[in-house]
């Protein structure tokens, strides 16, 4: 059971991305999924989360610009990032409450990251 982020990038302040992380593996069910950061110096930080149901939270920094979004069908989850400023740049990572196929006890799983730069 693996995650897989995409979409990062350099972006211009005020620009926007949208992440993608898919889950990939023997899977039964995935539960709460979530974006992270970790700018250089600072420790990891929520950004995002959803639960199976779509219930979301969000950081206080990045209310009203970020969007988390899940397609459960194809095991993803997404982070539409706008109004970016250079303050949201850092490696972000998705994480996942998953439910293996053959295995009683959920994994917690995480990304390997995808680079966000934002410039000024």
């Known amino acids: 059971v693996q995650l897989q982020a995409s979409g990062g990038g350099l972006v211009q302040a005020g620009g926007s991305l949208r992440l993608s992380c898919e889950a990939s593996?023997?899977?039964?069910?995935?539960?709460?999924m979530g974006w992270y950061r970790q700018a250089p110096g600072k420790q990891r930080e929520l950004v995002a989360s959803?639960?199976?149901?779509?219930?979301?939270n969000y950081a206080d920094s990045v209310k009203g610009r970020f969007t988390i979004s899940r397609n459960n069908a194809r095991l993803t989850v997404y982070l539409q990032m706008s109004s970016l400023t250079p303050e949201d740049t850092a490696v972000y990572y998705c994480?996942?409450?998953?439910?293996?196929?053959?295995?009683?006890?959920?994994?917690?799983?995480w990304g390997r990251g995808t680079q966000v730069t934002v410039s000024s």
């Open positions: 994480n996942a409450d998953i439910m293996p196929l053959l295995n009683s006890r959920n994994l917690d799983v």
């Open positions: 593996g023997r899977i039964l069910n995935i539960n709460n």
């Open positions: 959803i639960t199976g149901g779509g219930i979301t």
